[in-house]
């Protein structure tokens, strides 16, 4: 593994501290959770909240294209908010403008002015993760039409349910959370630890 293409996340800090710091060569974020399921992440250079991901896994759909989480109003965690209030906290605008349950600004995805990849495999590792950890073994993603060959394709999700109105897809959380194209665990005791992420095209690298 070439360690100057792949850059190391600290998930076991995620859930503990509720929040993790990740820096790749263009960009440096700041990853929160609230609760068990509210991801939340910063640009620490522009101070700007850039993506999200709402997830709830006592629910039946676990992650909806369109997702008002009833759990939206969680607190940060107490490190988090010690460290970072003054300059990120209150949140003021991106989940008022979008109402979705997974989110990255387009300058953070693939092929986006900040040069950071992958960003959206990371989230959802995060949520893998937690789900699994939760002893859940499949992941359930209510999408739109539109992006269900995109679950598809990354995650290796699989219908599950279709009619003319409705499509409801699963991810097997026991072979899939360890075989995405773009992270890596890190494990010890049976315990993620870590993931490392490739941060650059897959064409480049």
């Known amino acids: ?80 908010r010690k460290r970072f209030e003054t300059d990120l906290l209150p949140l003021k605008e991106l989940r008022s403008k979008h109402e979705v349950g997974f989110f990255v600004h387009v300058d953070y995805r693939n092929k986006g002015k900040k040069e950071l990849w992958n960003l959206d495999e990371m989230m959802m590792a995060i949520a893998f993760e937690i789900a699994f950890e939760d002893k859940i073994q499949d992941f359930t993603i209510k999408p739109t039409g539109e992006t269900a060959p995109y679950y598809r394709k990354k995650f290796n999700a699989k219908i599950c349910r279709q009619s003319r109105s409705d499509l409801t897809m699963t991810v097997h959380l026991k072979t899939v959370r360890k075989k995405l194209p773009h992270i890596r665990m890190i494990e010890k005791e049976g315990k993620t630890l870590f993931f490392r992420v490739k941060s650059v095209s897959d064409l480049t690298a």
């Open 1 to 80: 593994m070439n360690d100057s293409i792949w850059h190391t996340f600290n998930y076991r800090d995620l859930r503990q501290v509720g929040f993790a710091v990740h820096s790749t060569v263009s960009v440096d974020l700041v990853f929160t959770l609230r609760g068990n399921c509210l991801i939340d992440v910063f640009d620490l250079n522009t101070l700007k909240q850039i993506a999200y991901l709402d997830f709830d896994t006592s629910k039946s759909i676990m992650l909806g294209s369109v997702f008002r989480s009833p759990l939206i109003g969680l607190p940060f965690s107490t490190s988090f």
